[in-house]
């Protein structure tokens, strides 16, 4: 074979090599991952649960049964009454920064009564909260108003308390307060 058709086979090789690349022209990469790993979002949470001495309860100073359980839909109060509600609640909370405000709307509910009762004149509401352990140890006594992360798991008793003043005029009777609407939530706090 002579040296012009040898030339020429290389440089139909080459050519060749060339087309085969489609016209691109890769520079040598590599890649690898990161050991980030992945962020999990916290849980705030809090749900009923089935705990002792729950429900409505007549605990009225002159009623010598005190406390004694009632039933809403047949117990008829009158001024100097003193009614007690208590649930209990399960508390999910998990995250690093959460701080969570424990609360009920007993404004709310007591602001839907009837104009005849007013509300600073007849009736007084409070709420305590007390938080226990799984295992029924108390953690806090009544006042505690603030769930953080380790408080996750643990039990929550809400005792909401209205009393009804003995001064109540006649215009109070047969008023109904409607208890259905009173909520417990758990709400995180506002970061700056």
């Keep these: 074979m002579n040296k012009f058709t040898k030339a020429s086979i290389a440089t139909g090789a080459g050519i060749v090599l060339l087309l085969g690349g489609a016209g691109t022209l890769a ?4 890649s690898a991952t990161t050991g980030a790993g992945s962020i999990t979002s916290g849980t705030l949470d809090i749900s009923s649960y089935a705990g002792t001495g729950a429900g409505w309860f007549d605990v009225s100073a002159d009623n010598s049964s005190a406390p004694e359980s009632i039933s809403t839909s047949t117990f008829r109060v009158v001024p100097g009454d003193t009614l007690r509600y208590v649930e209990w609640f399960t508390i999910s909370a998990t995250g690093d920064n959460l701080v969570a405000d424990l609360a009920v709307n007993a404004d709310d509910v007591l602001d839907g009564l009837s104009d005849d009762w007013s509300v600073n004149d007849w009736v007084d509401a409070t709420t305590t909260f007390d938080l226990y352990d799984a295992t029924g140890v108390t953690q806090e006594a009544a006042g505690i108003s603030e769930i953080d992360s380790s408080d996750n798991g643990k039990r929550v008793r809400v005792t909401f308390e ?15 307060l409607n208890l259905g609407a009173l909520e417990v939530t758990l709400t995180q706090q506002t970061r700056p």
């Design 27 to 30: 520079y040598w990469n590599d």
């Design 162 to 176: 209205i009393d009804f003043d003995n001064a109540a005029t006649n215009d109070t009777q047969t008023d109904v």
